[in-house]
């Protein structure tokens, strides 16, 4: 419930460095979720800017991101490990539209 009154903040690691990580669609969200409660769903507007798409599991930053041109990170599935993933690495790129507890 707070998140929805506030903003995301960025996690501290991940396979592609800290940050907020999103997936393309409800199915794969809930998926995720179940493996990591609490359970809820958000949906978001997500502005990825250009993406970085990534061959293999690298540690960003949102400053090494930037200062090469990129606003995210995009890994397909074979790389994230089964579903494609989103990175961004600051909670500005993230408008939060709805919380759904599962």
């Known amino acids: 419930k707070d ?4 903003h995301f903040l960025r996690g501290t690691v991940g396979k592609f460095g800290g940050g907020i ?3 393309d669609s409800p199915a794969d969200a ?3 979720a179940l493996a990591n409660p609490p359970h809820a769903l958000i949906t978001c ?3 990825l800017g250009k993406m970085l798409r990534v061959t293999q599991r690298s540690a960003h930053t949102y400053g090494t991101l930037a ?3 990129y606003g995210s990170v995009y890994a ?3 790389v994230a490990g089964g579903k494609p ?3 961004v690495y600051n909670y500005s790129q993230v408008n939060i539209v709805k919380v759904d507890n599962l």
């Open 85 to 87: 993933e989103y990175v």
């Open 3 to 6: 998140i929805g009154r506030t």
């Open 45 to 47: 507007d997500v502005r």
């Open 67 to 69: 200062k090469a041109g």
């Open 30 to 32: 809930q998926a995720k």
């Open 21 to 23: 990580y999103f997936c």
């Open 76 to 78: 397909n599935a074979t």
